[in-house]
T-cell receptor, first 113, second 113 residues
């Protein structure tokens, strides 16, 4: 079993739709929960992070973590064609200056105009 | 532009050969990370260096090695290359915050023929 499992997609939605992206994880030692966005032929960039159970909002994006069920989600409201990208959940373990990010396999999202 | 630079952008080589990938982190970032991204394995953490010293190790093969130099740039050496090593190799750098936002470079696409 992979440490982080992500719904593989691909996902295609019409502009304005609400998008839900989901991951599960197995290691309770994970400390931070992140979503990275990767446009085609680019490196990933951090979209949002959170460390506690509950919701965190940033504009049209909401990150949700449920530590009891080891489930993380990203919701995108009023999706735009510019949101078309691959979304990667990522989970961080750190110890002193050591940092290890474990990524999900990514969900490719296409928002159709 | 994340501020992380990687060279070369593309590399085509033959099986059994050795290559070196180079990364320059953002100014002031002490940590450098290497990742391999392939279609079947996704984005996999290879290794982290912090201020010249190895700090964390992921799924890095013994044929692969890395180092970080006093000027903080890093090199990833891949030897005895196999077809399966064909992938995108990303370097990232970060400042030392709790949530460890990593800034990714544009990647080096390695093709092993």
């Amino acid at each position: 079993q992979k440490e982080v499992e992500q719904d593989p997609g691909p996902l295609s939605v019409p502009e304005g739709a609400i998008v839900s992206l989901n991951c599960t994880y197995s290691n309770s030692a994970f400390q931070y929960f992140m979503w990275y966005r990767q446009y085609s032929r680019k490196g990933p960039e951090l979209l949002m992070y959170t460390y506690s159970s509950g919701n965190k909002e940033d504009g049209r994006f909401t990150a949700q973590v449920d530590k009891s069920s080891k489930y993380i989600s990203l919701f995108i409201r009023d999706s735009q064609p510019s949101d078309s990208a691959t979304y990667l959940c990522a989970i961080l373990i750190s110890s002193g200056s050591a940092r290890q990010l474990t990524f999900g396999s990514g969900t490719q999202l296409t928002v159709l105009p | 532009d994340s501020g992380v630079t990687q060279t070369p952008k593309h590399l085509i080589t033959a099986t059994g050969q050795r290559v070196t990938l180079r990364c320059s982190p953002r100014s002031g970032d002490l940590s450098v990370y290497w990742y391999q991204q392939s279609l079947d394995q996704g984005l996999q953490f290879l290794i982290q260096y912090y201020n010249g010293e190895e700090r964390a190790k992921g799924n890095i093969l013994e044929r692969f090695s890395a180092q970080q130099f006093p000027d903080l740039h890093s090199e990833l050496n891949l030897s005895s290359l196999e077809l399966g090593d064909s992938a995108l190799y990303f370097c990232a750098s970060s400042v030392e915050t709790a949530y460890n936002e990593q800034f990714f470079g544009p990647g080096t696409r390695l093709t092993v023929l």
